[in-house]
């Protein structure tokens, strides 16, 4: 049994009664190595003796401007230097937990980028075992339950990814799932078919990211070229009331991230953020945070901004975080007892 949730964050105040921005939800769109905060970095740079081409944290923070995905990818893999050690992996991955439980997040489905570790000496045992060590106990630690995703980098080939692939499957690694990530716009699903039907024949979970910088055919292509169970982002279905139509019509998840969408100018500003108009069409989205650390917001944040822009009510927070639950992967037990305390969290909030 989980402990009891706690929340030490901002409130609102309803009538008589105080809520938090923020409801318990699951996290379905975080990539790990995008939680590693400037100060973790030079931590660790100091930890394995790594001369970093910053003097300190300001020059470092200062790069933190995005003109788009790929400036953002070319600092992300830069910083992802200072992770040599399954220590480094799991100090990594504890923060972001401690980091997430304390604004509200009961479950995550976390995602790790093993070829970007592998491709730089690290063995895929250490990167693996690392992340997953600090998730073994997540549970009891912080209250968060969590299953571990593999997400491939489309900007490399197929066969790169069947090659790791196919190694996690030999090392009996405890992955859930796999997804794909990375340079979107020319690297179409359509690439990565015989990885899919792979990760389908081991029954592992299959998700895809399609849709943020890509147009709304690439949703398509996820759907019915790779027989994704979820859309990561997908807000570009918003450009064709067919792709809306049949996404409502089968519930497909989306896991939209508003801050970083925002941060690497898929869209200008949050006001301008096709969430509102998602929810309002019947899609079913969550709110998530991606790589927060980069992107300015953890999933409390993305909620308190959202709340501040768009006017979200206690109802469409609450939707927003069923949404969540019921689009996981978690088991059936354990999202009972999360869409319980979502519905403890509206109580709270006398709506």
């Not at 980098?153 to 405890?174: K, Q, T, Y």
């Not at 699903?189 to 389908?200: G, H, I, M, N, T």
């Not at 910088?213 to 979820?230: F, N, S, W």
């Amino acid at each position: 049994m989980s402990p009891a949730w706690s929340y030490a964050g901002r409130v609102e105040t309803f009538g008589e009664t105080t809520t938090t921005a923020a409801p318990p939800v699951a996290e379905l769109h975080l990539h790990i190595e995008g939680t590693l905060q400037p100060e973790l970095i030079f931590a660790l740079a100091e930890r394995n003796g790594i001369e970093l081409p910053y003097a300190d944290l300001n020059e470092l923070r200062a790069k933190y401007e995005f003109t788009d995905l790929q400036s953002f990818l070319d600092l992300y893999y830069a910083n992802m230097a200072v992770l040599r050690t399954e220590e480094d992996f799991a100090d990594m991955t504890r923060a972001y937990l401690a980091r997430a439980a304390a604004g509200g997040v009961r479950h995550v489905e976390v995602m790790m980028d093993p070829q970007a570790h592998v491709s730089r000496g690290v063995p895929l045992e250490t990167c693996v075992n690392g992340v997953a060590s600090a998730l073994a106990t997540s549970a009891e630690e912080f209250g968060v339950s969590t299953l571990l995703i593999a997400a491939f980098l489309r900007d490399l080939s197929e066969e790169s990814a069947l090659e790791v692939l196919e190694h996690l499957i030999a090392l009996e690694a405890p992955i859930a799932g796999i997804g794909l990530d990375s340079a979107e716009v020319g690297n179409p699903p359509s690439k990565f078919e015989r990885l899919y039907r792979r990760a389908a024949e081991a029954g592992l979970h299959r998700i895809a990211h399609a849709g943020e910088e890509g147009p709304a055919a690439y949703i398509t292509e996820a759907l019915d070229l790779l027989g994704v169970e979820r859309i990561d982002h997908g807000i570009r279905c918003m450009d064709d009331p067919a792709v809306v139509e049949r996404l409502v019509a089968e519930q497909v998840p989306l896991t939209v991230c508003p801050l970083s969408n925002v941060r690497l100018r898929a869209v200008d500003t949050l006001a301008d953020h096709p969430l509102p108009a998602m929810l309002a069409a019947g899609l079913n989205v969550s709110v998530n945070s991606d790589d927060p650390a980069y992107f300015g917001g953890y999933v409390d944040d993305n909620f308190e901004q959202l709340v501040a822009i768009h006017g979200f009510s206690v109802a469409q927070r609450a939707t927003l975080a069923a949404n969540s639950i019921r689009s996981s992967f978690a088991d059936e037990a354990r999202k009972g007892e999360l869409l319980e305390a979502v519905a403890e969290w509206v109580r709270g909030a006398g709506e």
